[in-house]
Protein backbone atom coordinates (compact mmCIF):
# COMPACT_ATOMS: atom_id res chain seq x y z
CA UNK A 1 0.00 0.00 0.00
CA UNK A 2 1.19 2.90 -0.74
CA UNK A 3 2.41 5.20 2.14
CA UNK A 4 -0.13 8.28 2.92
CA UNK A 5 1.40 11.77 2.96
CA UNK A 6 -1.41 14.33 3.92
CA UNK A 7 0.31 18.28 3.30
CA UNK A 8 -1.87 20.86 4.79
CA UNK A 9 -1.96 24.44 2.70
CA UNK A 10 -1.40 25.34 -0.83
CA UNK A 11 1.01 28.03 -0.36
CA UNK A 12 4.57 28.10 -1.34
CA UNK A 13 5.74 25.35 0.73
CA UNK A 14 2.98 22.63 0.90
CA UNK A 15 2.50 23.24 -3.34
CA UNK A 16 6.51 22.36 -3.83
CA UNK A 17 6.52 19.57 -1.22
CA UNK A 18 3.79 18.00 -2.74
CA UNK A 19 4.95 18.41 -6.00
CA UNK A 20 8.38 17.01 -5.33
CA UNK A 21 7.00 13.86 -3.12
CA UNK A 22 4.95 12.51 -6.06
CA UNK A 23 7.89 13.24 -8.34
CA UNK A 24 10.28 11.47 -5.90
CA UNK A 25 8.25 8.41 -5.04
CA UNK A 26 5.98 7.98 -7.34
CA UNK A 27 3.18 5.21 -6.82
CA UNK A 28 5.03 4.27 -3.25
CA UNK A 29 3.12 7.54 -1.82
CA UNK A 30 -0.33 8.66 -2.12
CA UNK A 31 0.00 12.21 -1.74
CA UNK A 32 -2.79 14.92 -0.80
CA UNK A 33 -2.97 18.36 -0.20
CA UNK A 34 -5.82 19.78 2.38
CA UNK A 35 -6.51 23.94 1.26
CA UNK A 36 -9.25 26.07 2.56
CA UNK A 37 -9.67 28.00 -0.54
CA UNK A 38 -8.25 25.98 -3.39
CA UNK A 39 -6.58 29.44 -4.36
CA UNK A 40 -2.93 29.98 -4.46
CA UNK A 41 -2.14 33.74 -3.42
CA UNK A 42 1.12 35.40 -4.59
CA UNK A 43 1.78 37.72 -1.11
CA UNK A 44 4.65 39.59 -2.13
CA UNK A 45 2.11 41.04 -4.62
CA UNK A 46 0.04 42.74 -1.64
CA UNK A 47 2.98 45.52 -1.82
CA UNK A 48 2.16 46.67 -5.33
CA UNK A 49 -1.62 46.54 -5.17
CA UNK A 50 -1.32 49.07 -2.13
CA UNK A 51 0.85 51.09 -4.27
CA UNK A 52 -1.37 51.14 -7.47
CA UNK A 53 1.18 49.58 -9.22
CA UNK A 54 -0.72 45.93 -9.61
CA UNK A 55 -4.43 44.76 -9.39
CA UNK A 56 -5.25 41.77 -7.18
CA UNK A 57 -6.16 39.23 -10.17
CA UNK A 58 -2.24 38.98 -11.29
CA UNK A 59 -1.92 37.62 -7.55
CA UNK A 60 -3.85 34.52 -7.57
CA UNK A 61 -4.29 30.91 -9.38
CA UNK A 62 -6.23 27.83 -8.96
CA UNK A 63 -4.21 25.41 -6.87
CA UNK A 64 -5.05 22.43 -8.84
CA UNK A 65 -3.03 24.44 -12.08
CA UNK A 66 -0.03 24.75 -9.72
CA UNK A 67 -0.12 20.50 -8.98
CA UNK A 68 0.96 17.68 -10.48
CA UNK A 69 -1.95 15.85 -12.07
CA UNK A 70 -0.79 12.69 -9.04
CA UNK A 71 -1.68 15.02 -6.20
CA UNK A 72 -4.78 14.94 -4.68
CA UNK A 73 -6.10 18.13 -3.87
CA UNK A 74 -8.84 18.47 -1.56
CA UNK A 75 -10.77 21.96 -1.01
CA UNK A 76 -11.51 22.42 2.52
CA UNK A 77 -10.27 23.37 6.13
CA UNK A 78 -8.12 21.15 8.23
CA UNK A 79 -10.00 21.60 11.63
CA UNK A 80 -7.84 19.61 13.61
CA UNK A 81 -5.25 16.57 13.50
CA UNK A 82 -5.40 14.05 15.71
CA UNK A 83 -2.13 12.62 16.16
CA UNK A 84 -2.62 9.79 18.15
CA UNK A 85 -4.47 8.11 15.63
CA UNK A 86 -3.21 9.62 12.59
CA UNK A 87 -6.17 11.32 11.17
CA UNK A 88 -6.97 15.09 9.94
CA UNK A 89 -10.68 15.78 10.56
CA UNK A 90 -11.96 18.23 8.00
CA UNK A 91 -14.46 21.08 8.57
CA UNK A 92 -16.85 19.48 5.87
CA UNK A 93 -16.66 16.62 8.01
CA UNK A 94 -14.72 14.00 6.33
CA UNK A 95 -11.35 12.93 7.39
CA UNK A 96 -8.08 11.87 6.24
CA UNK A 97 -5.76 9.13 7.45
CA UNK A 98 -2.21 9.71 6.98
CA UNK A 99 1.38 8.24 7.58
CA UNK A 100 2.89 11.50 7.27
CA UNK A 101 1.75 14.91 7.87
CA UNK A 102 3.54 17.77 6.19
CA UNK A 103 1.95 21.09 8.32
CA UNK A 104 2.75 24.20 5.55
CA UNK A 105 -0.52 26.19 7.21
CA UNK A 106 1.05 29.59 7.12
CA UNK A 107 0.45 32.49 9.50
CA UNK A 108 -2.33 34.70 10.00
CA UNK A 109 -2.91 38.00 10.70
CA UNK A 110 -4.53 39.37 14.08
CA UNK A 111 -4.88 43.27 13.92
CA UNK A 112 -7.75 42.71 16.68
CA UNK A 113 -5.05 41.74 19.24
CA UNK A 114 -4.04 45.59 19.14
CA UNK A 115 -6.50 48.09 20.79
CA UNK A 116 -7.36 50.28 18.11
CA UNK A 117 -5.31 49.16 15.16
CA UNK A 118 -8.15 47.42 12.97
CA UNK A 119 -10.05 51.05 13.04
CA UNK A 120 -7.07 53.42 13.30
CA UNK A 121 -4.43 51.82 11.12
CA UNK A 122 -3.88 50.48 7.39
CA UNK A 123 -1.73 47.47 5.98
CA UNK A 124 -0.75 45.57 3.10
CA UNK A 125 -1.14 41.79 4.54
CA UNK A 126 -4.16 41.11 2.61
CA UNK A 127 -5.36 41.42 -0.43
CA UNK A 128 -8.58 43.56 1.63
CA UNK A 129 -5.76 45.60 3.79
CA UNK A 130 -3.58 46.61 0.21
CA UNK A 131 -7.19 47.52 -1.44
CA UNK A 132 -7.69 49.92 1.53
CA UNK A 133 -4.53 51.24 2.20
CA UNK A 134 -4.69 51.71 -2.06
CA UNK A 135 -7.56 54.22 -1.41
CA UNK A 136 -6.35 55.57 1.47
CA UNK A 137 -3.59 56.78 -0.21
CA UNK A 138 -5.42 57.87 -3.16
CA UNK A 139 -7.40 60.52 -0.63
CA UNK A 140 -3.70 61.26 1.08
CA UNK A 141 -3.14 64.84 0.32
CA UNK A 142 0.18 65.60 2.65
CA UNK A 143 0.31 64.86 6.07
CA UNK A 144 2.50 62.73 8.36
CA UNK A 145 2.93 59.13 7.69
CA UNK A 146 4.08 56.67 10.20
CA UNK A 147 4.99 53.15 8.94
CA UNK A 148 5.68 50.59 11.98
CA UNK A 149 5.13 47.15 13.49
CA UNK A 150 3.04 45.77 15.58
CA UNK A 151 4.21 42.60 16.47
CA UNK A 152 7.06 40.12 15.77
CA UNK A 153 7.30 37.78 14.24
CA UNK A 154 5.91 38.89 10.63
CA UNK A 155 5.78 37.86 7.20
CA UNK A 156 8.34 39.40 5.19
CA UNK A 157 10.55 41.72 7.44
CA UNK A 158 12.05 43.82 4.79
CA UNK A 159 8.40 45.03 3.60
CA UNK A 160 8.05 47.59 5.93
CA UNK A 161 10.78 49.21 4.94
CA UNK A 162 10.26 48.54 0.86
CA UNK A 163 6.75 50.08 1.84
CA UNK A 164 8.45 53.17 3.06
CA UNK A 165 10.66 53.54 0.29
CA UNK A 166 8.32 52.92 -2.54
CA UNK A 167 5.72 55.64 -0.80
CA UNK A 168 8.68 57.94 -0.76
CA UNK A 169 8.58 57.83 -4.09
CA UNK A 170 5.07 57.35 -4.59
CA UNK A 171 4.21 60.92 -3.00
CA UNK A 172 7.08 62.61 -5.06
CA UNK A 173 5.75 61.23 -8.35
CA UNK A 174 2.21 63.22 -7.04
CA UNK A 175 3.93 66.25 -6.25
CA UNK A 176 2.98 65.89 -2.63
CA UNK A 177 6.33 64.88 -1.22
CA UNK A 178 7.45 68.30 0.70
CA UNK A 179 3.86 68.38 1.94
CA UNK A 180 4.47 65.33 4.03
CA UNK A 181 6.41 63.80 6.17
CA UNK A 182 7.32 60.23 6.50
CA UNK A 183 8.53 58.48 9.92
CA UNK A 184 9.75 54.34 9.99
CA UNK A 185 9.26 52.99 13.39
CA UNK A 186 11.57 50.31 13.99
CA UNK A 187 10.87 47.62 17.00
CA UNK A 188 14.70 47.67 17.65
CA UNK A 189 17.44 50.43 17.98
CA UNK A 190 18.15 50.34 14.41
CA UNK A 191 16.28 50.42 11.07
CA UNK A 192 16.18 46.71 10.19
CA UNK A 193 16.89 43.33 12.21
CA UNK A 194 19.52 42.04 10.43
CA UNK A 195 22.65 44.28 10.90
CA UNK A 196 23.97 44.55 7.74
CA UNK A 197 20.94 45.55 6.06
CA UNK A 198 20.34 48.26 8.29
CA UNK A 199 23.69 49.74 7.94
CA UNK A 200 23.14 49.72 4.02
CA UNK A 201 19.43 51.12 4.51
CA UNK A 202 19.81 53.37 6.82
CA UNK A 203 21.72 55.97 5.29
CA UNK A 204 19.72 56.20 2.19
CA UNK A 205 16.25 56.57 4.25
CA UNK A 206 18.34 59.67 5.59
CA UNK A 207 18.77 60.93 2.13
CA UNK A 208 14.92 60.74 1.18
CA UNK A 209 14.14 62.66 4.55
CA UNK A 210 12.56 59.42 5.94
CA UNK A 211 12.74 59.75 10.38
CA UNK A 212 13.56 56.91 11.74
CA UNK A 213 11.77 56.29 15.02
CA UNK A 214 13.78 53.19 17.13
CA UNK A 215 12.57 51.22 20.02
CA UNK A 216 8.81 51.89 19.06
CA UNK A 217 7.22 48.77 19.69
CA UNK A 218 2.98 49.55 19.05
CA UNK A 219 0.83 48.71 21.66
CA UNK A 220 -2.17 50.60 21.10
CA UNK A 221 -3.87 53.12 18.63
CA UNK A 222 -6.39 55.76 19.36
CA UNK A 223 -8.78 56.14 15.48
CA UNK A 224 -10.22 59.66 16.99
CA UNK A 225 -6.89 61.49 17.60
CA UNK A 226 -4.76 59.72 15.50
CA UNK A 227 -2.47 58.33 17.83
CA UNK A 228 -0.37 55.41 18.08
CA UNK A 229 1.37 54.74 21.78
CA UNK A 230 4.77 52.53 22.03
CA UNK A 231 5.28 50.18 24.77
CA UNK A 232 8.29 52.27 25.43
CA UNK A 233 5.62 55.16 26.67
CA UNK A 234 5.91 57.71 23.32
CA UNK A 235 3.30 58.97 21.90
CA UNK A 236 3.02 59.98 17.87
CA UNK A 237 0.06 62.01 15.60
CA UNK A 238 0.01 60.66 12.67
CA UNK A 239 -2.35 61.56 9.23
CA UNK A 240 -1.65 57.63 7.61
CA UNK A 241 -0.97 55.12 9.80
CA UNK A 242 0.38 51.73 8.27
CA UNK A 243 1.17 49.18 11.02
CA UNK A 244 2.20 45.75 10.45
CA UNK A 245 -0.59 43.53 12.30
CA UNK A 246 0.31 41.04 14.92
CA UNK A 247 0.81 37.25 13.10
CA UNK A 248 -0.44 33.78 14.64
CA UNK A 249 -0.03 30.52 13.48
CA UNK A 250 -3.04 28.96 12.17
CA UNK A 251 -6.31 27.72 14.24
CA UNK A 252 -5.51 24.57 12.86
CA UNK A 253 -2.59 24.10 14.90
CA UNK A 254 -3.22 25.80 17.64
CA UNK A 255 -6.50 23.79 17.62
CA UNK A 256 -4.51 20.19 17.36
CA UNK A 257 -2.37 20.97 20.23
CA UNK A 258 0.70 21.38 17.40
CA UNK A 259 1.81 24.89 18.30
CA UNK A 260 3.57 27.03 21.26
CA UNK A 261 1.33 30.12 22.77
CA UNK A 262 1.93 32.32 19.71
CA UNK A 263 0.39 29.20 17.29
CA UNK A 264 3.87 28.34 15.74
CA UNK A 265 4.94 24.89 15.35
CA UNK A 266 8.31 23.39 17.81
CA UNK A 267 9.84 22.62 14.82
CA UNK A 268 13.56 21.20 14.38
CA UNK A 269 15.71 23.64 12.99
CA UNK A 270 17.85 21.09 10.81
CA UNK A 271 15.49 18.16 10.24
CA UNK A 272 11.97 20.01 10.26
CA UNK A 273 10.19 17.65 12.15
CA UNK A 274 7.70 18.50 14.42
CA UNK A 275 9.46 18.30 18.44
CA UNK A 276 8.66 14.67 19.67
CA UNK A 277 7.23 13.68 16.72
CA UNK A 278 8.85 11.29 13.87
CA UNK A 279 6.19 11.56 10.73
CA UNK A 280 5.30 15.08 11.46
CA UNK A 281 7.38 17.77 9.93
CA UNK A 282 6.58 21.77 9.44
CA UNK A 283 7.39 24.32 7.10
CA UNK A 284 7.59 27.76 5.97
CA UNK A 285 5.90 30.54 7.99
CA UNK A 286 4.14 27.71 10.33
CA UNK A 287 7.21 27.33 12.24
CA UNK A 288 8.68 28.93 15.11
CA UNK A 289 12.68 28.85 13.87
CA UNK A 290 13.71 32.64 14.29
CA UNK A 291 14.46 32.65 10.93
CA UNK A 292 12.69 35.11 8.16
CA UNK A 293 8.80 34.25 7.77
CA UNK A 294 9.12 34.38 4.06
CA UNK A 295 8.21 32.48 0.90
CA UNK A 296 12.11 31.45 0.06
CA UNK A 297 12.38 30.16 3.40
CA UNK A 298 9.35 27.74 2.90
CA UNK A 299 10.94 27.07 -0.51
CA UNK A 300 14.20 25.70 0.13
CA UNK A 301 12.67 24.01 3.36
CA UNK A 302 10.43 21.70 1.37
CA UNK A 303 13.35 19.33 -0.49
CA UNK A 304 14.85 18.39 3.06
CA UNK A 305 11.33 17.72 4.11
CA UNK A 306 10.56 15.80 0.89
CA UNK A 307 13.73 14.35 0.82
CA UNK A 308 13.56 13.50 4.86
CA UNK A 309 10.01 12.01 3.99
CA UNK A 310 11.00 9.17 1.13
CA UNK A 311 13.91 8.12 3.44
CA UNK A 312 11.47 7.25 6.13
CA UNK A 313 9.31 5.45 3.62
CA UNK A 314 11.77 3.96 2.15
CA UNK A 315 13.72 2.65 4.94
CA UNK A 316 17.05 4.38 4.26
CA UNK A 317 19.34 6.93 6.84
CA UNK A 318 17.86 10.57 6.05
CA UNK A 319 20.88 12.87 5.06
CA UNK A 320 19.11 16.52 4.01
CA UNK A 321 19.47 19.19 6.36
CA UNK A 322 18.05 22.36 6.44
CA UNK A 323 20.52 25.20 6.67
CA UNK A 324 18.26 27.93 6.83
CA UNK A 325 18.42 29.48 3.57
CA UNK A 326 16.75 32.80 3.28
CA UNK A 327 16.88 34.84 -0.24
CA UNK A 328 14.47 38.21 -0.11
CA UNK A 329 14.99 40.95 -2.42
CA UNK A 330 14.57 44.88 -0.86
CA UNK A 331 13.00 47.29 -2.94
CA UNK A 332 15.05 50.83 -2.49
CA UNK A 333 13.01 53.06 -4.58
CA UNK A 334 13.48 54.89 -7.56
CA UNK A 335 13.73 51.26 -9.40
CA UNK A 336 16.60 50.18 -7.29
CA UNK A 337 16.84 46.79 -4.76
CA UNK A 338 19.39 44.68 -3.40
CA UNK A 339 19.01 41.63 -2.08
CA UNK A 340 19.45 39.81 1.49
CA UNK A 341 21.13 35.77 1.05
CA UNK A 342 21.93 33.74 4.17
CA UNK A 343 21.76 31.06 6.35
CA UNK A 344 21.81 30.02 9.75
CA UNK A 345 26.06 30.69 10.22
CA UNK A 346 26.45 33.66 7.30
CA UNK A 347 24.51 36.68 7.55
CA UNK A 348 23.46 38.64 4.62
CA UNK A 349 26.30 41.04 2.10
CA UNK A 350 23.61 42.96 0.70
CA UNK A 351 24.99 44.23 -2.57
CA UNK A 352 24.20 48.27 -3.21
CA UNK A 353 21.04 48.68 -4.36
CA UNK A 354 20.99 49.24 -8.38
CA UNK A 355 18.86 48.70 -11.24
CA UNK A 356 19.95 44.94 -11.58
CA UNK A 357 18.22 43.68 -8.30
CA UNK A 358 15.09 45.61 -9.33
CA UNK A 359 14.78 44.15 -12.59
CA UNK A 360 15.78 40.50 -10.86
CA UNK A 361 12.87 41.27 -8.35
CA UNK A 362 9.99 42.55 -11.38
CA UNK A 363 11.27 38.88 -13.33
CA UNK A 364 11.11 36.51 -10.20
CA UNK A 365 7.55 38.38 -9.87
CA UNK A 366 7.08 37.16 -13.11
CA UNK A 367 8.05 33.81 -13.33
CA UNK A 368 7.00 32.84 -10.14
CA UNK A 369 3.70 30.50 -11.63
CA UNK A 370 6.43 28.64 -13.50
CA UNK A 371 9.19 28.07 -11.28
CA UNK A 372 7.22 27.99 -7.94
CA UNK A 373 5.63 24.68 -8.08
CA UNK A 374 8.85 23.05 -9.67
CA UNK A 375 11.19 24.31 -7.49
CA UNK A 376 13.12 25.98 -10.05
CA UNK A 377 14.70 28.90 -8.58
CA UNK A 378 16.88 30.53 -10.95
CA UNK A 379 20.74 30.65 -9.80
CA UNK A 380 21.83 34.24 -8.87
CA UNK A 381 24.95 35.91 -9.25
CA UNK A 382 26.47 35.02 -5.37
CA UNK A 383 24.49 31.59 -5.16
CA UNK A 384 27.70 29.44 -6.36
CA UNK A 385 29.68 29.91 -3.28
CA UNK A 386 25.74 28.39 -1.22
CA UNK A 387 26.35 25.35 -3.74
CA UNK A 388 25.57 21.85 -2.57
CA UNK B 1 24.88 36.03 43.21
CA UNK B 2 21.47 35.33 42.36
CA UNK B 3 18.28 37.40 41.51
CA UNK B 4 15.36 36.25 44.59
CA UNK B 5 12.56 37.02 42.75
CA UNK B 6 12.02 35.55 38.91
CA UNK B 7 8.78 35.28 37.95
CA UNK B 8 9.83 34.20 33.98
CA UNK B 9 12.59 32.36 32.89
CA UNK B 10 13.51 33.28 29.17
CA UNK B 11 16.90 30.79 27.72
CA UNK B 12 17.30 32.31 24.43
CA UNK B 13 20.58 30.82 24.37
CA UNK B 14 21.20 29.83 20.58
CA UNK B 15 18.73 32.31 19.14
CA UNK B 16 20.40 35.40 17.26
CA UNK B 17 19.95 38.76 17.27
CA UNK B 18 17.15 39.90 17.74
CA UNK B 19 15.66 37.05 19.32
CA UNK B 20 16.53 37.45 22.99
CA UNK B 21 15.44 41.48 22.95
CA UNK B 22 12.57 40.62 21.16
CA UNK B 23 11.31 37.96 23.63
CA UNK B 24 12.33 39.94 26.60
CA UNK B 25 9.40 42.28 24.95
CA UNK B 26 6.80 39.60 24.80
CA UNK B 27 7.36 38.91 28.18
CA UNK B 28 6.89 42.55 29.42
CA UNK B 29 3.98 43.21 27.07
CA UNK B 30 2.11 40.17 29.15
CA UNK B 31 3.80 40.65 32.31
CA UNK B 32 2.34 42.12 35.68
CA UNK B 33 3.48 45.49 36.83
CA UNK B 34 6.30 44.13 39.79
CA UNK B 35 7.54 40.53 37.70
CA UNK B 36 10.79 40.07 37.27
CA UNK B 37 12.23 38.45 33.86
CA UNK B 38 15.01 36.65 33.39
CA UNK B 39 16.34 35.95 30.06
CA UNK B 40 19.69 34.25 28.94
CA UNK B 41 21.11 35.19 25.93
CA UNK B 42 24.33 34.35 24.36
CA UNK B 43 24.39 36.54 21.39
CA UNK B 44 26.72 39.21 21.64
CA UNK B 45 24.40 42.37 20.93
CA UNK B 46 22.29 41.66 23.42
CA UNK B 47 24.73 43.27 25.93
CA UNK B 48 24.31 46.26 24.42
CA UNK B 49 20.18 46.19 22.58
CA UNK B 50 18.41 44.95 25.99
CA UNK B 51 19.95 47.32 28.59
CA UNK B 52 19.07 50.14 25.84
CA UNK B 53 15.78 49.65 25.72
CA UNK B 54 15.09 48.57 29.51
CA UNK B 55 16.27 52.04 29.57
CA UNK B 56 14.51 53.53 26.95
CA UNK B 57 11.45 52.01 28.05
CA UNK B 58 11.09 52.90 31.91
CA UNK B 59 11.76 49.51 33.36
CA UNK B 60 14.34 48.55 35.70
CA UNK B 61 17.24 46.62 35.02
CA UNK B 62 17.94 44.59 38.57
CA UNK B 63 21.16 42.72 37.52
CA UNK B 64 23.56 41.29 34.83
CA UNK B 65 25.34 38.64 35.49
CA UNK B 66 27.65 37.27 32.60
CA UNK B 67 29.11 33.87 32.62
CA UNK B 68 31.65 31.82 30.16
CA UNK B 69 29.20 31.37 27.29
CA UNK B 70 26.18 33.74 27.69
CA UNK B 71 24.87 36.39 30.29
CA UNK B 72 21.73 36.47 32.54
CA UNK B 73 19.56 40.10 32.57
CA UNK B 74 16.99 40.32 35.38
CA UNK B 75 14.56 43.29 33.81
CA UNK B 76 11.41 44.02 36.43
CA UNK B 77 8.35 45.60 35.16
CA UNK B 78 7.82 49.29 36.62
CA UNK B 79 4.81 50.76 34.22
Known sequence: MPARIVILGGGVGGTLAANLLTKELGRDAK???????????????????????????????????????????????????????????????????????????????????????VEGSYHFYTLEGAIRLREALRQFRGGRIHIGIAGIPYKCPPAPIEFTFMVEEYLRKRGIRDRSEITLLSPLNRAFTIESASKLVTPILEQRGVKIETFFNVESVDPSSGTVTSLEGQKLESDLLVLVPPHRGSAVVEASGLGDAGGWVPTDRMTLQREGFENVFAIGDATNLPISKSGSTAHFEAPVVVSRIASLIKGTAPKANYGGRVMCFLETGNRKSTVLRFDYENPPTPPKPSTFWHIGKWMFNRIYWVTLPQGRIPEMPGDKRRAG | MGVEQVDREIDARGMPCPGPLMSLIGAIREGQVGQVIEVISSDEGSKIDIPAWVAKAGQEMVAVEQEADYAKFYVRKVR
Open chain 1, 31 to 117: VTIVDPTGMHVYQPGYLYVALGQANGQWLSRDERTLLRRDVDLVVDAAERVDTDAGIVHLRAGGSLPYDHLVVATGSRVVPEQVPGL
